[in-house]
């Protein structure tokens, strides 16, 4: 599986920002050609200074496509309040617009230094700390924020994979032998400090896509690690059109080829020209991605996605009843540690797949015992698969702006 996960720093104006969505997410005409029909989302911040996009920043008639991309789940991630956003009163703010309109954001994302962020050591921010004048995490949680990055991102190309010598390898680039060999020696030793018990790189030796952390003030939530296998470093590449150089047919096959998880850091807005976002080199990526896609050999989706998926399906307790006719199989919770158990509703159970080892049919129900859609086949470990439906987003009518 894997997300493009991008900040939205630097993009410069609204239009940069809906023409980008546009391209990845429909089949319609774009400045850099028809569009790719993935599954890609953005994030939003709200109180920036002018020259970079904003919910603040924009007029009306943006922010009610903002409002519309949110509600589709093409926007799908807080990338902190934003630089300007120093108190409680900011933060109490947007969440009274998200609310008043409906929006419903999982996803938060620390962002550079800004004030309103959780993580206390890469991202310095003091949003998850009482007392201080940016604490909101109280106010953010209970709104509905439930997956947390906290500036962690590691060069490996795959995570839920173990992590071995050849890891590091994917990392060397033959152009740059020096630099490259540094930025997987770093990844290296991230791993051997996680792996000793250091908090800050735990999340490297285990090499896990996310986990359930504390934040400051006591609240749970899941913390998620992203990933960029640059020569340079996570941060190197991480622009339009760095994309291209981390994005590979190689990075791919190795990802398809260990089965892994990836969340790929990315500023889709760090753009060269604002008039056709991405060059040729990135569009060429994106077009192989896609392809990938299309054969069936990757899964794209969108970050809330991914890690509602992964957590849903980690923790789902279900219950088997054979009744001579067909085997019954009921779908009783989600046992999630940081949420706590909660009756699975239909959404987060999406995509959903069930392994098996029975030839007769397969029903699978809901927690008050009505039955789910399914669908089954036979697979070539002799098992029967039967598949909850994953229903594609619906992209709204967005325009691309002036």
Known sequence: MLALCS??????????????????????????????????????????????FSYWGADERAREMVRKLIGSGHVDAIHSWGDLATRRQDAERNLAELERHGGRLEVWIDHSKAPSNFGPDIMQGSGDLEGAPAYHADLTLAYGVRYVWRGRTTGLTGQDLPVRPGSFFPMLARRRPFASARSA???AVKVVLG??????????????????????????????????????????????????????????????????????YTHLGKVRDPSCPFDAATVGALRHLARVREEGRLFVTTTRRLLRYLT???????????????????????????????????????????????????????????????????????????FLPWPPLRFPCVESGR
């Not at 779908?331 to 159970?349: F, R």
């Open 195 to 264: 792996r000793a018990g250091h908090p800050r790189w735990a999340m490297y030796g285990a090499n896990r896509v996310c986990r359930p952390c504390r934040l400051r003030d006591g609240q749970r939530a899941w913390e998620f690690l992203r990933t960029n296998p640059s020569w340079g470093g996570p941060g190197a590449s991480a622009t339009a059109a760095g994309l291209a150089e981390v994005l590979t047919p190689r990075m791919l096959d190795r990802l398809i080829g260990g089965e892994g998880v990836a969340i790929l």
């Open 185 to 187: 020696l770093k990844e």
């Open 7 to 52: 900040d939205l720093d630097e993009t410069p104006d609204e239009r940069t920002y809906f023409e980008i969505a546009r391209f990845l997410n429909t089949t319609g005409p774009t400045s850099m050609g028809p569009g790719l029909g993935l599954e890609v989302g953005n994030s939003i911040y709200f109180d920036m200074p002018p020259g970079q």
């Open 312 to 386: 849903v399906r980690d923790h789902i307790r279900y219950r088997v009843a054979d009744e001579g006719s067909r085997l019954v199989v009921t779908l009783e919770s989600v046992d999630d540690p940081v949420c706590g158990p909660h009756p699975p509703s239909d959404d987060e159970l999406d995509g959903l797949t069930l392994a098996v080892a029975t030839s007769l049919p397969v029903e699978v129900r809901r927690p008050d015992g009505s039955p789910l859609p399914t669908l089954s086949v036979r697979g070539g470990d002799g098992n029967q698969h039967v």
